[in-house]
């Protein structure tokens, strides 16, 4: 942990939303970035093996940080997509509530969640169609057909035949080394890339087969979110 | 000269203050080690300084 800056944030008050887009409705989230707001990478909680799937995405986000800025490029897509809001006070759903504020205690804290359905609302209500990635659920590997560790969170170890991710080539075993053309640390970075891609998308995917890399496309096929 | 040198520390030490003052409100005592609190700009200019990567905790206190 001594190799890390480590920042505690509790409130969305002032929540710079062009870097820090995850699944809002989590009791946490971990970003993995470095001073100039580029991204390593996200984790989220599981329930189980946290601590140790957490340690292994610190390592992973250590050799990126030796990387960097060569990886500068393939680290930008880890970044927020354009939504027409920079804060989560600006959004019409959570300011016209008037009750927020910048924390001073438990009073007037715009909590998380509140983003999450502040986003879904204030689409609405500012006349604009709302995208399926904000009321469907945050999208799991296994909506496309894999699985991963607990701990080694970039290793298959389930595909379900007949799906996209089996359609694609992938098998269990694989390690994803590069998801959407994005390093991959975690399985919150494998969910980043579902939620920021387009309704559908062909999605490459790179991945080390015992020592050899091997490329795939991962077809999303319509509906393939909310299905 | 005392005075103004006093007030200036006071100015410099508000959102440091400020912080400890959310802290104390939230209960929020769990943090082992050394962590910047609620401050991701103080995060950031550290990081940058120290050239060490940030770990970054979202979570809010019930």
Request: net charge positive.
């Amino acid at each position: 942990m001594d190799q890390f800056v480590c920042v505690r944030v509790v409130q969305a008050w002032g929540m710079d939303l062009s870097i820090f887009q995850f699944d809002w409705r989590l009791t946490w989230a971990v970003f993995l970035m470095n001073g100039e707001k580029a991204v390593y990478g996200r984790f989220f909680p599981r329930q189980q093996d946290d601590v140790e799937g957490l340690r292994k995405a610190l390592e992973g986000a250590l050799e990126l940080h030796k990387k960097y800025p060569a990886n500068k490029d393939e680290l930008a897509g880890k970044k927020g997509i354009p939504i027409p809001w920079k804060t989560p006070e600006e959004m019409p759903a959570i300011s016209e509530r008037g009750k927020f504020q910048p924390a001073q205690g438990k009073k007037g804290c715009i909590h998380c969640h509140n983003v999450q359905e502040g986003a879904g609302k204030s689409f609405k209500q500012a006349g604009l169609p709302v995208p399926d990635r904000f009321f469907a659920p945050y999208p799991t590997p296994q909506r496309i057909g894999f699985m991963l560790g607990a701990i080694d969170q970039t290793r298959i170890i389930d595909v379900t035949q007949g799906w996209p991710a089996e359609k694609a080539g992938l098998k269990v075993g694989d390690r994803i080394v590069r998801f959407g053309g994005q390093p991959i640390l975690s399985i919150a970075d494998v969910q980043w890339v579902l939620w920021s891609s387009a309704d559908t998308a062909t999605i490459k995917v790179e991945v080390d087969r015992a020592g050899e890399r091997v490329e795939a496309a991962l077809a999303l096929p319509a509906g393939w979110r909310t299905r | 000269m005392k005075h103004i040198a006093l007030a200036t520390l006071a100015i410099l030490l508000a959102p440091a203050q400020d912080k400890d003052h959310l802290r104390r409100e939230l209960r929020d005592t769990d943090l082992e080690g050394a962590w910047i609190y609620d401050d991701l700009e103080s995060g950031y200019a550290e990081a940058s300084k120290l050239g060490k990567p940030m770990l970054v905790v979202f979570r809010c206190v019930p």
